[in-house]
C-alpha cells in the first residue's frame, strides 16, 4: 500500500476509530440529558446506522451512477423478509440468513435493473418504474401467505450470539457499525477502481462514455445489483433488530424516501454523504420530535418528516453538494 | 484499414448519408469535408456504432463490424471525437481523460498515469480542475486527449478546430501529426482549409449525403463540382475565409 | 381459479370503474399537463390532491359548505397555490434542473403530506351528507349518485380545460412553451409565468377532483398516494402530456381496476394497475395511444 493510498482511506478509518469509541461518551451523554439513558442512545444510534447502510446502498447507483431508485423498498423488503422468513419457516441460522438476503436483494435489483435498463428506462422514468415494482413486492407481500400476509413475520426472540440476537445494546451497535465500515471503504476502493471511474462517467454522460469503451449496460447492472444488495443487508438487519417485518415496513416508501434523502442531504456520490446525511436528518429529526413534545405538551406525528421534507428542499436549493459540499467549502479554500 | 461499402442512412424521408463508400488507408490522414447538413457527422456515427446504417456495409481492417456498438468498436480500437464536445463535466481534465485510458489500463496507478502522458501530448495542463472549467480550445484539447487514451488504431476527429481562433489553430496542428506519426490512422472532418490542406494526405468531399468528389487536398479544392457544392450553399466565403489562413 | 360472475355483476363493475375512472383521469390530468408543458414529473401532485381533500372537509365542517359548491372557492385559491408554488418553490429551488425538480416535488410531497398529518392525525374521516348514499337506477343497475356526478363533472372540465388549451392566448403560449420553449421565449412569451400558470392549472384540476371524491370517498393524510400511483399509471398509458390520453387512460384504469377487484379481491387487485405502469414503461413507453414523449 503507498502513501497515497493510505492517504485515502486515512478519514475512513479515523471516523469508523471515532464511531467505535462513541459508547465510551454514552455516561456523558446521558448524564448531560442529551439521552433518557444508554438503551435510547444505542437503539438511536443503530437505527441511523441501519438506515445509513440503506442509503450508502443507494448511493451506489444513485449517487456514483446517477441512477435515481424512488424504490430501493424493494430491495430493504426483500433482505427483510428473507431475513425473517428463512430463520423462522426454514430454520437458517441467522448469520447464514444474512448473505442468503443479501443475494436475494442483489438478485432483485439484477432482475429491475435489466428490465429498466434494457428499456432505456433513465431520469423520471426510472425512478417511476423502480417505485411501482417496490408498491408491487409490498401489495405481494401483503397478501402472500409466506410473509405472514397483513400480520407480517415475528422472528422468535431467543437471546444467543448464534441468533444474531445481544443482551448488550453495544453488541448490535458494533455490529451494524461493522457493515458499514465495510461499505465506507468499499465506496473508497470502488471510486479508486476502473468501475467507479466507469460509473460515473455512465452519470455524467453516456454516449461519450460509450465511446470511450464503457459497456453502460454491464455497468449500470453491476451497479444497482451491489446498490441493492447492501441496501438488503440494511433490511436484514432491521429484522434481526426488531425481529418483526409487515410489509408496510419492509416494502414501505418511508424506506425507499430515507436511503434517497441520507446521500443526497449529506453529499451525492461521496464516501461520506449517506453518514453524514443519515446522521442530520434523523438527529433534526428527533430534535424537532422534542421540541415539539415539549412545546405541546405531547407528541405529534410527523413532525420528524416534514423537517425531512424541508431539509431536502432546502439543500437541493441552497448546497447541490450536500452538507459535505457546504463542509468543503467553509473549511478551507 | 476503414473500408464504407454503400453506406446509406435514412431520417424518415431525408437521405442523411446516401451510397458512400471511401477507404482510409492505414497511417494516413485522411480529410472529410462538405457543406453544413451535408451528412458529415452522421457518417462517423454510423462508422462509430452510434447509429446503424440503412443499408452498406463498415470493414475495419479487413472484419466487418457494421452494426457494432461504439464501446466493442473502442475495444477494437475506434476511438471518435464529438462536434459538440461532451466532457464529463462534473470530474477533472485527468479523470476525464482517464476514463478513457480504463479501456487499455484496468488499474488506477497504470490508467492514471497514462492519462497524465496523454494529456502532455495533447497540451492540456492544469489536470486537477474541473473540465467544466476549461475554454473551448481546451475542451477540444480533452476530446482529443479521452479519444486517444482509449489506445485507438483509427481515431474520427469530428471539427476538433472548429471554434478556434487561427494561433490556437496553429498550435493543434502539429499535435494532429504527431498522433499519426505515433501509428495513429486518422480520419477527420474538418471546415478548416487551411488545416485539411497541411494535414491530409486524401480528402472526400461530402454534399447532401452523396460523395462528389476524392483526391489530394489540391485536386479537390479545384474541382468544380466542389466549389458549386459549396458555392450552392453559401458556404464558398467560409472555404476563401479558411484558405485565407494558410 | 377464477369466480365467474353473472353478467350484471361484471356490467355494474365496468360502469363503477367507467364512474371511478372519470375523476382518476381528472387527477391525471393536471399531472399530464405538467409534464407536457414542464416535462417534468410532479411528485407532489398527491399530496396536493389529498390538500384539496382536506380544504374541502373543513370548508363543510367549518363554514357548512357544500362539496359541490366548493369548487368554486376552492379552483381559483388551488390556482393561485398552484402558480406560487412553482414561481416561488418549484422553480428557484430547483433552478430548472430536471434531477432537482423531481426531489424538490417529493420534498414538497412529504411536507405536504406530513403537516397533514401533524394537523389532522392519521384518522380516516368521510363525509356525511343526506345524498351521500344517493343511487341512480339504471334498470340493470344501480350507481351511485355522487359518482354519477363526478362523472360528469370530469368530462366537462376536461372538456374546458381543452378548451382553455386550443381557444385562449394563454392556451396558445402553453402549447407554443410546450412545443418549444426556447422559440416561445424568443417571441416575446413569459416562459416562467407559463410554466406557474400550467401547474396552477394542474392544481386547479385537482380541487375540482377533490370536490368530485369527498362526498363519496374518504380522506386521511395518506389517502393521495393510491391516488398519484394510478395517476402516474394513466398517465404513462395515455402518453405522457397528452389530453385525451389522460382520459381515455383514466377510464381503461378506473375499468381494469374495477374488474381486477371483482376477481382477485379488494389486496390484489391494485396489483393489475402496477403491472400494467410496469409493463408500458418498460415496452411502450410513449404510451399505448403514441403521443411524443
Ligand atoms: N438523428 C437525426 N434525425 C433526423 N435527422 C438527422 C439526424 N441526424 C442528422 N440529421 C440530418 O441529417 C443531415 C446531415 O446532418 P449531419 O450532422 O451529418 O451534417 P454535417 O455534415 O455533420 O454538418 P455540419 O458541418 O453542420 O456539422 C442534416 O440535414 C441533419 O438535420
Ligand atoms: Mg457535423
Redesign the interface.
Known amino acids: 500500500m503507498s502513501s497515497g493510498t493510505f492517504a485515502a482511506y486515512r478519514p475512513i478509518l479515523i471516523a469508523i476509530a471515532a464511531l467505535a469509541a462513541l459508547p465510551l461518551a454514552v455516561p456523558m451523554l446521558v448524564s448531560a440529558g442529551l439521552f433518557a439513558g444508554a438503551n435510547t442512545f444505542y437503539n438511536l444510534m443503530i437505527f441511523i446506522l441501519i438506515i445509513t447502510l440503506a442509503a450508502q446502498g443507494w448511493n451506489i447507483a444513485g449517487g456514483y451512477g446517477g441512477q435515481?431508485s424512488?424504490g430501493h423498498a424493494a430491495f430493504f423488503g426483500t433482505g427483510a423478509y428473507a431475513q425473517a422468513v428463512l430463520q423462522t419457516r426454514y430454520g437458517v441460522n441467522a448469520w447464514a440468513a444474512l448473505p442468503v438476503a443479501m443475494a436475494l436483494g442483489g438478485l432483485v435489483g439484477a432482475v429491475i435493473g435489466l428490465?429498466?435498463f434494457r428499456?432505456r428506462?433513465r431520469?423520471?422514468?426510472f425512478?417511476?418504474?423502480t417505485?411501482?415494482?417496490a408498491?408491487?413486492f409490498r401489495?405481494?407481500a401483503?397478501?402472500t401467505p409466506i410473509t405472514g400476509g397483513?400480520a407480517g413475520t415475528l422472528v422468535p426472540l431467543r437471546i444467543g450470539f448464534g441468533q444474531m440476537q445481544f443482551e448488550a445494546p453495544a453488541a448490535f451497535f458494533y455490529l451494524a457499525l461493522g457493515f458499514v465500515a465495510v461499505v465506507l471503504l468499499l465506496n473508497r476502493l470502488l471510486e479508486r477502481s476502473r468501475f467507479g471511474a466507469w460509473l460515473v462517467a455512465v452519470r455524467e454522460n453516456e454516449d461519450a462514455a460509450r465511446a470511450l469503451g464503457v459497456d453502460t449496460l454491464t455497468v449500470k447492472l453491476k451497479a444497482i445489483t451491489l446498490s441493492a444488495a447492501v441496501t438488503a443487508v440494511a433490511g436484514a438487519l432491521y429484522t434481526q433488530k426488531f425481529l418483526y417485518v409487515d410489509a408496510n415496513i419492509a416494502y414501505g416508501?418511508w424506506i425507499s424516501?430515507e436511503a434517497l434523502l441520507a446521500p443526497?442531504v449529506g453529499g451525492i456520490g461521496t464516501v461520506f454523504g449517506p453518514l453524514i446525511g443519515a446522521v442530520a436528518l434523523i438527529g433534526l429529526g428527533e430534535a424537532a420530535k422534542t421540541l415539539i413534545h415539549s412545546a405541546f405538551g405531547s407528541a405529534?406525528?410527523?413532525?420528524d418528516?416534514?423537517v425531512?421534507?424541508?431539509l431536502?428542499?432546502v439543500v437541493?436549493?441552497f448546497a447541490?453538494r450536500g452538507l459535505i459540499g457546504l463542509l468543503r467549502a467553509g473549511g478551507g479554500r | 484499414m476503414l473500408e464504407v461499402h454503400s453506406l446509406t442512412k435514412r431520417f424518415g424521408g431525408l437521405v442523411a448519408v446516401s451510397d458512400v463508400s471511401l477507404t482510409v488507408p492505414e497511417g494516413s490522414i485522411t480529410g472529410l469535408i462538405g457543406p453544413n447538413g451535408a451528412g458529415k457527422t452522421t457518417l462517423f456515427t454510423l462508422v462509430s456504432g452510434f447509429q446503424t446504417p440503412s443499408a452498406g456495409r463498415v470493414l475495419f481492417c479487413g472484419e466487418d463490424i457494421t452494426g457494432r456498438t461504439p464501446e466493442r468498436l473502442a475495444v477494437l480500437g475506434i476511438a471518435r471525437t464529438f462536434q459538440i464536445v461532451q466532457p464529463f463535466a462534473g470530474l477533472s481534465v485527468l479523470e476525464n481523460i482517464a476514463v478513457g485510458a480504463y479501456l487499455r489500463f484496468p488499474h488506477r496507478a497504470d490508467a492514471m498515469a497514462h492519462a497524465g502522458a496523454v494529456a502532455e501530448r495533447v497540451g492540456l495542463t492544469d489536470l486537477g480542475r474541473p473540465a467544466a472549467s476549461l475554454t473551448v480550445a481546451g475542451r477540444k484539447r480533452l476530446e482529443l486527449a479521452r479519444a486517444l487514451a482509449t489506445g485507438p488504431r483509427l481515431v474520427l476527429l469530428d471539427e476538433v478546430l472548429a471554434g478556434l481562433n487561427p494561433s490556437e489553430i496553429r498550435d493543434i496542428i502539429p499535435v494532429i501529426r504527431a498522433i499519426r506519426d505515433a501509428g495513429v490512422t486518422i480520419l477527420m472532418i474538418e471546415h478548416v482549409m487551411q488545416a485539411v490542406m497541411s494535414l491530409c494526405e486524401h480528402v472526400h468531399v461530402l454534399a447532401n449525403g452523396r460523395l462528389i468528389a476524392a483526391g489530394t487536398p489540391a485536386e479537390v479544392v479545384g474541382n468544380p463540382a466542389v466549389v458549386e457544392a459549396y458555392l450552392g450553399h453559401g458556404a464558398a466565403g467560409r472555404l476563401q475565409k479558411g484558405a485565407a489562413h494558410g | 381459479m377464477f369466480r365467474s360472475y353473472p353478467p350484471q355483476i361484471v356490467l355494474e363493475a365496468v360502469l363503477n370503474g367507467l364512474l371511478t375512472g372519470a375523476v382518476y383521469a381528472l387527477v391525471a390530468l393536471g399531472l399530464t399537463l405538467v409534464y407536457g408543458v414542464l416535462h417534468?414529473?410532479n411528485f407532489a401532485h398527491g399530496a396536493m390532491l389529498t390538500l384539496a381533500m382536506f380544504a374541502v372537509l373543513v370548508a363543510h365542517l367549518g363554514f357548512g359548505i357544500d362539496p359541490y359548491l366548493a369548487i368554486l372557492p376552492l379552483t381559483p385559491l388551488f390556482f393561485a397555490f398552484g402558480y406560487g408554488l412553482q414561481r416561488f418553490?418549484i422553480s428557484?429551488?430547483?433552478r430548472n434542473d430536471?434531477?432537482?425538480i423531481?426531489?424538490?416535488t417529493?420534498?414538497?410531497?412529504?411536507?405536504?403530506?406530513?403537516?397533514?398529518?401533524?394537523i389532522f392525525?392519521?384518522d380516516t374521516r368521510s363525509l356525511t351528507l343526506d345524498y351521500s348514499f344517493s343511487v341512480v337506477d339504471l334498470g340493470f343497475a344501480l350507481l351511485s349518485l355522487p359518482r354519477v356526478i363526478g362523472f360528469g363533472v370530469a368530462l366537462v372540465v376536461a372538456a374546458a380545460l381543452w378548451a382553455i388549451l386550443a381557444l385562449t392566448d394563454t392556451g396558445k403560449a402553453i402549447r407554443a412553451v410546450a412545443k418549444e420553449k426556447l422559440g416561445a421565449s424568443l417571441v416575446g412569451i413569459d416562459v416562467n409565468h407559463i410554466y406557474a400558470v400550467t401547474f396552477g392549472l394542474g392544481a386547479a384540476t385537482l380541487a375540482v377532483a377533490a370536490c368530485l371524491l369527498m362526498p363519496s370517498f374518504y380522506v386521511n393524510?395518506r389517502v393521495g398516494?393510491a391516488f398519484v400511483?394510478v395517476a402516474?399509471t394513466v398517465v404513462?398509458l395515455g402518453g405522457m402530456g397528452s389530453i385525451a390520453g389522460a382520459l381515455v387512460g383514466g377510464l381503461v384504469i378506473g375499468v381494469v381496476e374495477s374488474l381486477s377487484g371483482l376477481y382477485l379481491g379488494e389486496?390484489?387487485g391494485?396489483?393489475g394497475i402496477?403491472?400494467i405502469?410496469?409493463l408500458v414503461?418498460?415496452?411502450r413507453?410513449t404510451g399505448l395511444f403514441g403521443a411524443k414523449a
Open positions: 435515481f424512488f428490465l429498466a428499456a428506462l431520469g423520471s422514468y425512478a417511476l418504474v417505485l411501482a415494482f408498491e408491487v401489495i405481494l401483503n397478501a397483513a416508501a424516501v443526497i405529534v406525528p410527523g413532525v418528516l416534514v425531512y421534507g424541508l431536502l428542499i437541493i436549493a447541490p | 417534468i414529473i418553490v428557484p429551488a430547483s430536471d434531477g432537482a423531481l426531489l424538490v417529493l420534498g414538497l410531497s412529504i411536507v405536504i403530506e406530513n403537516l397533514l398529518l401533524a392525525r392519521s393524510p398516494n400511483l402516474f404513462v389486496s390484489l391494485q396489483i402496477f403491472l405502469f410496469i414503461l418498460l415496452f413507453p
